[in-house]
């Protein structure tokens, strides 16, 4: 089945935040730990690429002001437009790699932090764009690149976790692309874990709510969805969510 990223968003973008409306106490613990990464000050100039609905701009929106908003990049337009109307927030529809490239301008020369969550097993050529974006930090400035292994421990149909395993990139791939960069380069791991209702769990894959599951065909993801109801018929599912957090710092 052929798969669009940008029809995967277009579609889920009205209800996006929706999938994460179980577990609200992850959505704080991921802000945190972006703040806590990037050291922002009132002053920073931030860009979040993949920038979606803003679900993980919170705890950053509480350090700036309408004189220096963060740029809310995303090539769906309509997943910026569920942003809060807030003029801390500057919404750009555009891709990472015209942001790269240079095609598409910033309010910004320079920027204090970018950040980039669940959006770089997107970026076409990985190297290129990061090292693009490295070019955009001002001195001391921060690259933040949040992302999952590999393999997860879901409780996902089998062809989904090995359809995933295939197309993600290894957090120590990143990291050696953004060291190429010229960033100084740090990479660790940090877990939650998910208690969430297998029916509501379901649905959600039902909903095709992960970029993979656009890839499987109706009756493809209906066999899925019966392989993950006879392992979890009932009840509470219980799983760790880990993501690798691989920092760089121009020097």
């Not at 807030?86 to 910004?108: I, K, M, N, Q, W």
């Not at 997107?122 to 990061?130: A, D, G, R, S």
């Not at 791939?173 to 960069?181: L, Q, T």
Request: glycine fraction near 6%.
């Amino acid at each position: 089945m052929s798969y669009d990223p940008a029809d995967h968003y277009e579609r889920l973008a009205e209800n996006y935040d929706d999938t994460w409306g179980h577990r609200p106490e992850y959505v704080a613990w991921m802000n945190q730990l972006v703040f806590d990464k990037l050291r922002i000050q009132p002053s920073h100039r931030i860009a979040d690429i993949g920038a979606g609905t803003g679900l993980f701009l919170r705890s950053l929106m509480e350090r700036v002001t309408g004189d220096n908003p963060i740029v809310c990049i995303d090539p769906s337009r309509l997943m910026l437009e569920q942003l809060p109307d807030d003029p801390r927030l500057h919404p750009v529809c555009a891709s990472a790699e015209a942001v790269a490239t240079g095609e598409v301008e910033l309010p910004y020369d320079r920027v204090d932090a970018i950040v980039i969550k669940e959006t770089v097993h997107h970026f076409p050529e990985i190297p290129k764009t990061l090292g693009g974006l490295a070019e955009r930090l001002a001195p001391g400035g921060r690259l933040l690149v949040v992302t999952l292994p590999p393999r997860l421990e879901y409780p996902l149909f089998t062809a989904a976790l090995d359809r995933f395993a295939e197309h993600q990139p290894e957090p120590e791939f990143i990291a050696d692309s953004m060291r190429d960069a010229g960033l100084d380069v740090t990479l660790d791991h940090h877990t939650y874990t998910v208690e969430v209702d297998a029916g509501h769990y379901a649905h959600l894959v039902a909903r095709r709510w992960m970029s993979v599951l656009s890839t499987f065909d109706d009756e493809e993801l209906a066999a899925g969805l019966d392989e993950m109801r006879s392992r979890n018929p009932a009840g509470e599912l219980r799983f760790p969510d880990r993501f690798a957090f691989v920092l760089g710092r121009r020097v």
